[in-house]
């Protein structure tokens, strides 16, 4: 900024800074212009439309009203609803859990020398998942989560266990989504990791081992401290979209065995596009989105404040 | 000396043991894969078979042709995602980039507070804008068709946000000598810092790509009718229209769907990579 200003004083003999500042702010404008109609058109005005949504019963034949915190209100008072934001709670809490320490385990483990090829093969194998679709993968986790055809309780078989009822049991269902959902997106996770650990200091941890400190300690006291505002921010990053959680269910369990794995996203598209409670479905996305503001929020204050230390 | 001897070839030992047990964690996480591959070329009678498939049995493309043969208008589903995903790349890479410009390179009024709304883009889910945008769609005629998804997200604020960052990390001299040199501001951006960005704007083309052939929630929503689906939706459909019969017919659509991204990353892995944790760290 100082230097695009330093500029124009510089060549004022050639044009008069006034000109070149206008010049600057029409091609500002100009450039910025896309973007920011098409954000207030998709993005803001939407957002504002559903909180205005949210506090209306929304009928384009009657007409619309007004109605205050009825939706809300509804929201957390009907018990199918709470039950549903239970899930989708309890979903975001073991994902991110595993997700973030699996990909933490993960990158622990492959941050050594090894040749490229090698390096290569990992990368593939452990990231492939996160770039496949979900709605791509979870069609073919239904046929690995199958019961007496199913691949894993082939395998689970062959072995003499018995048969996993993984998709319809309605205690096991949700915690086969979240295997398959560790399965999809801790390689993201591990990339991160791997990331961070490569910028630890290597002085330090060459020290900790000329001093002979056990390997779990250097863990705890030099690398866990090192990068955990990454580690922090991949649990942000994860809750976010865990929170969001769709596809992965609809075509896994469609939300059953009758509530047990229903999530708020497949409960706003239900409400909103099925049953026409557009209202009571705006309600539900911003209590969503309100959710995903704290999380945000905690986490700028929280980088900030290690960011001065 | 004869203990610290020890002590490496310990560590070498451990270093072997941890990638030797990598390794076959690493053809675990590919299994799916490799089922979805072999399954498309079991033959039909034979594709719920146990033992489940790794390799495949043969290469023969029977299955392949099935899918077009189908019921399920795929050729066209194909299209309009392939529709979708370049409109919106081209558009992404182009108005992320001018803004980003604008942003990181020229000063006007108001430039910082628009860049902190868009930036609070970031945090909105889709579930929290579809609503107002479907009932919009409705009323104006967009609702099953494809255009309308790549009209949502010719811009976003990760790309602008991806961009500028790449750009504050550039050196402004060539710029700014150009300009001495009395050249405008249109031709600075496309002779000089257009050119500088190739490796930014390849990372934002493959994470857009990818991002938008992946789509579900807001396709689901938006694209109801067969002929405007796209790929994630209707491979759900065509899995309900086949039935417990023709999985291998399934999967054999399943491989063409998922064959463009999966080919962006085999060949350009370390952009992939590179590109889609960029969001992770520089935020």
Known sequence: ?309 | MSSALRTVSAKRWLDASIIAVMVLLAIGMLLPFLWLFSTSFRLPSEAYKLPPAFLPPNLDLTNYFAVFDSRVPFLQIYGNSLLIAVVVTIGQMVTCTLAAFAFSRLSFKGRDALFMVLLIGLMFPAQVTILPIYLGYARVGLINQPIGIALMYLTSSFGVFLMRQFMLSQPKALEEAALMDGAGYLKIFWRISLPQLRPALSALGIITFTQTWNYYFQARVLLGRESAMTLPVAMDMLRGYMGAGNLSVVMAAMSMAVLPVMLLFLIAQKFVIEGITMSGIKN
């Open chain 1, 1 to 309: 900024m100082s230097a695009s200003t330093a500029t124009p004083s510089a060549r004022a003999t050639r044009t008069r800074p006034s000109d070149l500042a206008r010049a600057q702010a029409l091609t500002g404008w100009l450039f910025v212009m896309p973007t920011t109609v098409l954000y207030l058109t998709f993005v803001l005005a939407p957002v504002i439309l559903t909180v205005i949504l949210s506090f209306s019963y929304f009928d384009p034949m009657i007409g619309s009203r007004w109605v205050g915190l009825d939706n809300y209100a509804r929201f957390f008072t009907s018990p199918r609803s709470l039950k549903i934001f239970f899930n989708t709670l309890q979903f975001t809490f073991f994902a991110v859990t595993f997700n973030v320490s699996v990909g933490l385990i993960l990158a622990m483990a492959l941050n050594r020398a090894m040749p490229g090829w090698l390096l290569y093969f990992f990368r593939l194998a452990f990231f492939l998942p996160v770039i496949i679709a979900a709605a791509f993968v979870s069609i073919v986790w239904t046929y690995f989560f199958g019961d007496d055809l199913g691949v894993i309780n082939y395998f689970l078989r062959l072995v003499g266990l018995a048969n996993v009822r993984w998709l319809t049991d309605s205690t096991m269902a949700m915690t086969s989504i979240i295997i398959m959902d560790v399965w999809k997106n801790t390689g993201f996770f591990m990339i991160i990791f791997i990331a961070a650990l490569q910028g630890l200091p290597r002085s330090i941890t060459e020290a900790a081992v000329m001093d002979g400190t056990p390997a779990w300690r250097q863990f705890f006291r030099i690398t866990l401290p090192y990068i955990s505002p990454v580690v922090f921010f991949c649990i942000v990053f994860a809750s976010i979209g865990a929170l969001q959680v769709y596809e992965s269910i609809v075509i896994l369990t469609k939300g059953g065995p009758g509530d047990a794995t229903r999530s708020l996203s497949i409960l706003i598209v239900e409400e909103g596009f099925s049953s026409f409670q557009v209202g009571y479905a705006a309600a539900i996305s911003v209590v969503m989105t309100v959710i995903i503001l704290i999380i945000t929020a905690i986490q700028q204050l929280l980088s900030r404040k290690w960011v001065q230390q």
